[in-house]
């Protein structure tokens, strides 16, 4: 295993064949992120790395598989300010299963927002909106100091 050190976030890279990634992804002291793709590349211009191909993350209460998925860094690469995944996304939570086109997994705000006709599963329950928020570090419906959902916004929460 070969580990990267960019700024304050650590890569752990492992080359599985010759078109097969695996890295683990830790930052600021938070449980690791594993991230597998069939390709991956460097954008330095964008500050981003772009994995597609068979993407799976697997964090620390979730599995989310999508076609691609671009962690975008802030400054000099000090650490992973969003990732977005994209295409066929699907998330696994306990019971809860939710698709979408797109997500925006927040790791600041340990949040995923889903959007492209989003819709959660959940004990025979479908949910749908516009947006849907996954928090992922909250057991009640409405996270904390929320004043419930919004026009365009469904919050659910991951289960542990």
């Known amino acids: 295993m070969r580990r990267i050190s960019i700024g304050t976030a650590v890569v752990s890279l492992l080359i599985l064949s010759q078109a097969a990634f695996a890295i683990e992804l830790t930052q600021g002291g938070k449980p690791p992120i594993g991230i597998q793709a069939e390709r991956m590349s460097l954008e330095y211009p964008s500050k981003s790395v772009l994995f597609s191909g068979h993407v799976r993350i697997k ?12 962690l975008i860094y802030g400054v000099d690469f000090h650490s992973v300010t969003s990732m977005v995944a994209t ?3 699907r998330i696994e939570s306990g019971t809860r299963r939710a698709t979408g086109d797109k ?16 819709a959660v599963q959940d004990h025979g329950r479908v949910l749908k909106g516009r947006k849907i928020i996954i928090h992922l570090d909250c057991e ?19 289960s542990r």
């Not at 997994?105 to 006709?117: F, M, Q, S, V, W």
């Open 103 to 118: 997500a925006i997994l927040n790791p600041a705000r340990h949040t995923i927002e889903l959007t492209g006709t989003p």
């Open 59 to 70: 964090g620390p209460s979730y599995t989310l598989a999508s076609n691609s998925l671009r």
């Open 87 to 89: 295409g066929d996304v």
């Open 140 to 158: 009640e419906l409405n996270p904390p100091n929320s004043n419930g959902p919004q026009d365009d916004e469904l919050p659910i929460v991951a």
